[in-house]
């Protein structure tokens, strides 16, 4: 709700007021009333009204002292003033000072009204533009697992298990209270941008991929989910058509494919869905072409990846270990102790010692 302060010295003109606005078609409610200035900003303190209707002239902190208090320390409010003045100064005195409008009593409740209509009009756009702009980092946090498998599902070319993973996006959203128009709207923003990465890790061009959100999937979680199912099915269809109508097995692709994504849980079965192969035939021509199988490339690959980044600079562990794949750091200290002979952390030793006995001599 819209919350409103409403400012006079005299009572019967804070009823007329209360009795004119209509409140509640405007989403608005009236949280406080304030005989002078200085009750107006200590009740603005504690209330933090949306909305402020003032009377100019009051004993004591008067309308033009209120209204400048109010935009030093409140700027986000919206004020209303009336008086029983036609004086011009005032008028000009509260426009200078960021009131929306200036009314003159004795009120007209059309004017009051349309003035409220305006208030609300400004403060909805406001709150718009804070929630399609302001990014939420339990949102992006929210997603990251969910997008990490999205990926492996998608390069694998498996429908429903990316069905399946926006399925669980929705629930995560409605477990985690994300359904207002602006999270929804970072939420569909964030796949939407996985997706054109995917596109482009596959070779596919993204132009006709819709960039524009519709504020009717923003109604609700599963809206969004509908909207999501449509662009990934779509694109999938596009993959799988490609690939599907590739005259033989390149097993140069199938290369470049794995040095593409060797960070994610790339498998023999995932590769074979990938390339319309099965997981036999597919293996036993890679381990004649480069003289090794599949899940040896994979883990060589990201073995050498992990020593270069080791021994190249000041990367986390950790870091390193997901680069090249591994979620669990404590099995990918035991992978390469395996593969190395030594544990990352002594690789890493060693090489600095190495840089610093070059650098001496």
Not at 238 to 256: A, H, P, S, T, Y
Request: aromatic letters at 8%.
């Amino acid at each position: 709700m819209i919350k409103v302060l409403v400012v006079d010295d005299e009572g019967w003109n804070r009823e007329l007021i209360k009795t004119f606005g209509e409140w509640q078609s405007y989403g608005m409610e009236i949280v406080g009333e304030a005989e002078g200035g200085n009750e107006a900003l200590r009740l603005a303190g504690t209330l933090e009204p949306d909305i402020v209707i003032t009377d100019m002239r009051m004993p004591g902190t008067d309308g033009v002292m209120l209204m400048n208090a109010l935009h030093r320390e409140y700027p986000d409010i919206k004020i209303i003033v009336i008086s029983g003045y036609d004086d011009f100064k005032y008028a000009q005195s509260a426009l200078r000072n960021g009131a929306v409008d200036y009314l003159l009593k004795p009120v007209d409740p059309r004017e009051l009204n349309a003035v409220l209509d305006k208030c609300r009009m400004e403060l909805m756009e406001i709150r718009a533009e804070q929630e399609r702009y302001t990014l939420d980092i339990d949102i992006t946090w929210s997603l990251s697992n969910h997008k990490q498998l999205m990926k492996v599902h998608f390069n694998e070319l498996n429908v429903d298990s990316v069905n399946s993973v926006l399925g669980n996006v929705t629930e995560e959203l409605k477990l985690g209270g994300i359904q207002s128009p602006g999270m929804l709207r970072q939420a569909a923003s964030e796949m939407l941008l996985l997706l054109k990465e995917l596109l482009r890790g596959n070779g596919l061009e993204d132009a006709q991929l819709k960039t524009e959100i519709p504020n009717a999937v923003l109604a609700t979680p599963e809206s969004l989910e509908c909207w999501l199912r449509e662009l990934y099915g779509g694109s999938l269809e596009q993959l799988i058509g490609q690939r599907r109508f590739k005259n033989k097995l390149n097993l140069e692709d199938v290369r470049q494919y794995i040095c593409g994504h060797y960070a994610e849980a790339v498998t023999l079965e995932g590769l074979s869905r990938v390339f319309f192969v099965s997981k036999e035939y597919l293996s036993k021509v890679f381990k004649l072409e480069y003289g090794i199988n599949v899940t040896d490339f994979i883990l060589q690959l990201r073995m050498d990846k992990a020593k270069q980044w080791l021994e190249g600079g000041n990367i986390p562990i950790k870091t390193v270990a997901e680069l090249a794949g591994y979620e669990d750091v404590g099995y990918f200290y035991r992978v390469f102790k395996k593969h190395f002979g030594i544990a990352p952390g002594e690789m890493r030793k060693q090489s600095e010692g190495l840089k610093m006995s070059n650098a001496e001599g």
